[in-house]
């Protein structure tokens, strides 16, 4: 493992910090080198938490879909630590492990229906061009609500920001 591009704070060494390590710990069971990270600016912190614990748990988007998205933003931007955080819980939601290797790939593999190749367009379109065409979101709007279409735009959103972060960082498993 390379050494990350800021210090890590070792949980438990700073008490303003330990309402927002207790959530974190709640949360994902676990202070994770990248919540460490967020942890030298507890606004940050606090925030990235809360938002991610809503993206990832609160929202009506099924888990295998959610995490096929993470797995494949971790793709498109080289986040190793957030590929191989995140296979755990892909197999958790039941993506099968040929899905879980096939999201590597480009283009992408005939083992994912319909819906999924579906999302995992769109993630590619945010991830890679940012824009998303209007004949995609219009396939999309066929598919879910408004609120189905919002969650899974801002999931992959969301993503990307953690993968950027973790990039950037050099914050690697």
């Keep these: ?3 990350p591009r800021i210090p890590l704070v070792e949980p438990g060494t700073r008490p ?3 309402e927002t390590e207790a959530r974190i710990l709640a949360e994902r069971g676990r202070i994770s080198l990248l919540y460490q990270a967020l942890l030298n600016s507890p606004p940050i912190a606090a925030g990235w938490e809360r938002m991610l614990t809503a993206v990832r748990n609160q929202t009506g988007l099924p888990a295998d879909l959610r995490e096929l998205i993470i797995l494949r933003v971790a793709v498109l931007n080289r986040a190793s630590f957030e590929f191989h955080a995140h ?10 492990e ?3 290797e096939a999201v590597r790939q480009q283009p992408l593999a005939e083992v994912f229906g319909p819906r999924e ?4 367009e769109l993630t590619d379109a945010m991830t ?10 219009a396939r999309l709007q066929a598919e879910w609500d408004a609120q189905g279409v919002l969650e899974l735009v801002a999931t992959v959103a969301a993503y990307n920001m953690v993968s950027r ?3 950037a960082l050099d914050i690697t498993h």
């Design 87 to 96: 296979v755990p819980h892909a197999r958790q939601a039941g993506v099968p």
């Design 16 to 18: 303003e910090l330990a």
């Design 117 to 120: 190749r579906l999302v995992l």
């Design 98 to 100: 040929a899905a879980i």
């Design 165 to 167: 972060l973790l990039v």
């Design 1 to 3: 493992m390379t050494m």
């Design 128 to 137: 890679r061009d940012i824009e998303v065409p209007a004949a995609l979101m």
